[in-house]
């Protein structure tokens, strides 16, 4: 089930599920470098063993990243530090193209970096379909970092895409992905899209900006709660500090509704 109401902005909060957190520290003897140790950040990933951390210098570093194990990527700041959409997308594990996908029960937690489209394809062959997908039992810890421009080039309105982060898939694909101090913006879908009962979504302490074309703000099969971000100009389930939605099995706590 999706939902779209117009603009607001706040935590979106799904059913918690027991999962295994990933510590912020990370040792840094077992520290990954790119491109300096590492000619891309996805051959850092592949070479990563579990609690590694990748440490990505500043600059665009144009390719797609898939994440399937328990590891760290720090960049030098989310204006400096930029994983950008190639021109060609592949389609990653859950069968959707994307920029950063995190899946096989993996835990990641980027930070200091932006994610960044657009992309260039069209709606039958390659289009962008989200910025940050999170599936099969992954979990994503993204703070203090940037996911922009998650739409192609030119503009393509393709059903369900283009949409900033993406958690689970049904029937059974879970994800996870607390969202905190982050800066979310120019998506043509959806700020984040949640799938299957025990998948899990939290954006709190960011500021959201849709694209002036955005079809809506969450799609949820799960409950959800809104409070204690900024809001710019983006549809979710809250409109003025008013409630205008509420499907069935979500929670919504009202947030101010001054920007």
């Known amino acids: 089930m999706r939902t779209a ?14 999962l295994v957190l990933m510590s912020a520290e990370a040792n840094p003897s077992h520290d990954l470098v790119a491109p300096k140790n590492y000619p891309t ?18 600059g665009v570093h144009q390719e797609q990243v898939l994440i399937d194990k328990y590891v760290s990527i720090t960049g030098s700041g989310g204006r400096t530090t930029t994983i950008l959409a190639p021109r060609t997308l ?27 489209g657009p992309g260039s394809g069209a709606c039958s062959d390659g289009a962008l ?14 703070g203090h970092a940037r996911v922009t421009r998650v739409t192609d080039t030119p503009a393509a309105p393709c059903p369900h895409s283009a949409v900033a982060a993406f958690v689970g898939d049904l ?30 979504a939290t954006i709190v302490d960011s500021t959201v900006t849709g694209h002036p074309l955005s079809t ?14 900024r809001r710019v100009g983006n549809h979710i389930g809250v409109y003025a500090g008013r409630r205008i939605r509420r499907p069935a099995g979500i929670h919504q706590r009202v947030p101010d509704p001054s920007p």
Request: charged share 15%.
């Open 41 to 58: 950040i996805q051959a850092a990933a592949e070479a990563a063993e579990p609690g590694h951390r990748i440490r990505v210098r500043p």
């Open 171 to 200: 029937p059974t694909r879970t994800g996870s992905v607390p969202i905190h101090d982050t800066e979310i913006s120019d998506y043509r879908g959806s700020v984040v899209t949640v799938l299957n009962e025990r998948s899990s």
């Open 216 to 229: 809506d703000g969450t799609g949820f099969v799960a409950g959800a709660v809104v409070q204690d971000n």
């Open 90 to 116: 592949v389609a990653g594990e859950g069968g959707g193209t994307s920029i950063v996908e995190i899946h096989n029960a993996a835990s990641a937690a980027p930070g200091q970096l932006a994610v960044s």
């Open 5 to 18: 109401a117009r603009t607001g902005l706040g935590a979106v909060i799904a059913t918690v599920w027991p």
């Open 129 to 142: 379909g989200s910025g940050v997908p999170v599936l099969g039992g992954a979990r994503l810890d993204l």
